[in-house]
């Protein structure tokens, strides 16, 4: 049974309304579940030894993934991790310590992955071929809940007021992680048919979303999408 696991580096409400849609929607089986501002070194070392099929990161990014309090730093290189943790510093190394090279797709609750080429050529050689869902630029866990089907901060400022007619990506997948393309086109549909708006410079928020499908292409929401 495909599984999957989740690390996110902080309080966000998007971790618990990806797991509810995973296993409510698509049927994954849950695999390590790591949901708080400070998760253990073991903890971090268990969920990066696995191989799972989907895979939740979240917490601040700017070149690489930390906490509220940059006490839990984690480093993507092409073919090891490195985890700085209150100082001390852990490698673990691709097709040892590091398992998670088999998934097929990877949301990131971050901001900026998208933002370097560097950056997605660099988590491509670490966790294989993968349909990336990340970001250009800055964004907020309001935005990643509500394409999970929840309701961010119940408010129109900044992110839409939700409804039950408003789209999520669960659902729109149909059940299924198995089509490599629908993974990423099924996102940006769902983008697209939610009225974001604009940030505080009056810059569509529509922008900052981005896919790059397995092959390494990068997708932006200002494509049409067949």
């Known amino acids: 049974m495909a599984t999957f696991s989740v690390l996110s580096l902080g309080t966000r409400r998007d971790a618990k309304q990806f797991r509810k849609g995973a296993?409510?929607?698509l049927q994954l089986s849950p695999g390590s579940f790591l949901h708080?501002?400070?998760?253990?070194?073991?903890?971090l070392k268990s969920?990066?030894?696995?191989s799972d099929d989907v895979l939740f990161l979240a917490g601040h990014f700017s070149n690489s993934l930390y906490n509220d309090d940059q006490s839990i730093d984690l480093e993507f290189g092409t073919s090891k991790l490195t985890i700085t943790y209150d100082g001390q510093t852990v490698v673990l190394n691709r097709g040892t310590e590091f398992k998670q090279t088999?998934?097929?797709?990877?949301?990131?609750?971050?901001?900026n992955v998208c933002s370097s080429a560097q950056?997605?050529?660099?988590?491509?050689?670490?966790?294989?071929?993968?349909?990336?869902?990340?970001?250009?630029?800055?964004?907020?866990?309001e935005i990643t809940d509500i394409m999970f089907g929840g309701k961010g901060h119940g408010s129109a400022a900044p992110e839409p007021l939700p409804d039950f007619a408003m789209p999520n990506y669960f659902s729109a997948l149909g059940g299924s992680i198995g089509d490599s393309t629908r993974l990423w086109k099924e996102w940006l549909k769902v983008a697209k048919a939610i009225s974001w708006g604009n940030d505080a410079e009056g810059r569509p928020y529509l922008e900052r979303f981005c896919v790059v499908d397995a092959t390494g292409k990068a997708h932006y929401a200002s494509e049409a999408i067949a």
Request: aromatic share 10%; net charge positive; hydrophobic share 50%.
């Open 36 to 43: 708080a501002t400070k998760p253990s070194l073991n903890d």
């Open 23 to 25: 296993v409510e929607k």
């Open 119 to 141: 950056t997605i050529a660099t988590m491509r050689a670490l966790f294989g071929p993968h349909v990336l869902v990340g970001w250009v630029g800055v964004t907020g866990w």
């Open 102 to 111: 088999s998934c097929k797709l990877i949301i990131w609750g971050g901001c």
């Open 47 to 50: 969920l990066f030894a696995r």
